[in-house]
């Protein structure tokens, strides 16, 4: 299984980027995807998740309001559509899932940057 994040760039403040999540290799249904923030001298935080269906989703609550995640389970995507972006949250997103095995996989990040 592989992820690849694409999107991240620089934004400022009030504005809105969407982040994609493409996923390959899965022999079987689709898994849950996170989307986690990494923040240099902080634990990686958990942002956002979606189930495999795309029918039940959940936030942190510093994304609840401001940020959606859905999914295209025909494209493989998964994509995190964030608004009213704040300086806090910069940082490489990262998406995450687990396969049928229960192996753990990682892409390898997209920064956003939130600054004037």
């Known amino acids: 299984v592989q992820l690849v994040e694409s999107g991240g760039c620089l934004v400022q403040p009030g504005g809105s980027q969407r982040l994609s999540c493409a996923v390959s290799?899965?022999?079987?249904?689709?898994?849950?995807v996170a989307w986690f923030r990494q923040v240099p001298g902080k634990e990686r935080e958990g942002v956002s998740c979606?189930?495999?269906?795309?029918?039940?989703?959940s936030y942190a609550d510093s994304a609840k309001g401001r940020f959606t995640v859905s999914r295209d389970i025909a494209k493989n995507t998964v994509t995190l559509q964030m608004a009213s972006l704040k300086p806090e949250d910069t940082g490489v997103y990262l998406c995450?899932?687990?396969?049928?095995?229960?192996?753990?996989?990682w892409g390898p990040g997209t920064q956003v940057t939130v600054s004037p």
């Open positions: 290799g899965w022999k079987s249904d689709p898994y849950v």
């Open positions: 995450f899932t687990v396969g049928p095995t229960g192996g753990q996989y």
């Open positions: 979606i189930s495999a269906s795309g029918a039940a989703t």
